[in-house]
């Protein structure tokens, strides 16, 4: 699956076995994307509707398209080996349940460095999100990527819908931008982005995803999208600072949750931003 560091189809199962209990919580009873690499990384694709050959264990719910029509997403209860023997890597779930896919319980703003941005300014990007929103009476969450980048998560309780949560997160990325130009952009475009952080809030869109705590990434460093407490960034050197060998010693010996207070958190509402 990782043929430059050896990393085997069993290894990657063997890894999923072992983080489940950490996993599922991020991966049960939502909507699905995967992604899957039958020939190992290199040559990946995206999944998101559901095929009776990913295992009697993944599930499906008809959800409405933009077109108006309904097709089969898919979604699982403990199925993620099997989906791993259809060698999947990488699980993005969306940001709300099958039992109300209407209507989010939790954001991400994805800070995307554009080239010549270091880690310890990406670091400080998260912060700023984190006091931003905790200015307005919300906590968030620290998560490596797993790839480049860090990714805030902000948990709510369920009440916005899509259209509602993305203008929120369109309005706080914005009003980072015009306060500090010369070190965020807000919008996709690659030209605009070297030098700066693209603060990604497009994952918060109805069918959109973000990649789930604890899931492999398919990329070169066989990174992890670890979910950090806050205290723990600063020790970090990089979006991938937890490869599959790292992340199997990290759930082996971890103790404590790192996301202390999400059961608190998840009761949040999403406020209104101060004209």
């Known amino acids: 699956m990782y043929p430059e560091l050896g990393i085997t189809k069993q290894q990657v199962a ?9 996993l599922l919580p991020e991966l049960v ?11 190992g990384i290199g040559k990946c694709f995206f999944q998101k509707h559901h095929a009776a050959k990913l295992g009697a264990s993944v599930r499906a719910i008809p959800i409405r398209e933009k077109d108006g029509g309904e097709e089969d997403y898919l979604y699982v209860d403990e199925g993620v080996l099997n989906l ?9 779930p969306w940001g709300a349940r099958i039992d109300d896919v209407e209507r989010p319980d939790r954001l991400v703003f994805d800070l995307d460095p554009g080239e010549g941005v270091d880690w310890k300014t990406i670091i400080a990007a998260g912060r700023e999100i984190r006091a931003r929103l905790a200015s307005l009476g919300m906590e968030s969450f620290a998560r490596l990527s797993g790839g480049k980048g860090l990714h805030v998560v902000l948990p709510i309780r369920p009440g916005p819908d899509w259209a509602e949560a993305k203008a929120f997160c369109e309005r706080f990325a914005d009003r980072m931008v015009e306060q ?3 070190r965020y952009v807000a919008t996709a475009s690659k030209a605009k982005r070297e030098g700066v952080i693209f603060i990604d809030w497009l994952r918060n ?3 959109a995803t973000s990649v789930a705590s604890w899931s492999l990434r398919a990329r070169p460093e066989a990174g992890v999208a670890m979910p950090l407490a806050w205290s723990e960034l600063g020790r970090t050197l990089s ?3 937890y490869p599959l ?3 199997l010693r990290r759930a082996a010996s971890q103790r404590g949750d790192p996301w202390m207070g999400w059961t608190k958190a998840v ?9």
């Open 267 to 275: 009761r949040q509402k999403l406020v209104a931003l101060p004209a």
């Open 245 to 247: 060998p790292r992340a």
């Open 180 to 182: 500090a130009p010369e």
């Open 14 to 22: 063997a890894y999923y076995r072992a983080v489940a209990s950490k």
């Open 84 to 92: 791993v023997q259809m060698n999947v890597l990488e699980l993005h």
């Open 205 to 207: 869109s109805r069918g």
């Open 29 to 39: 009873d939502r909507p699905l994307s995967v992604v899957r690499c039958p020939d």
């Open 239 to 241: 979006g991938h600072d």
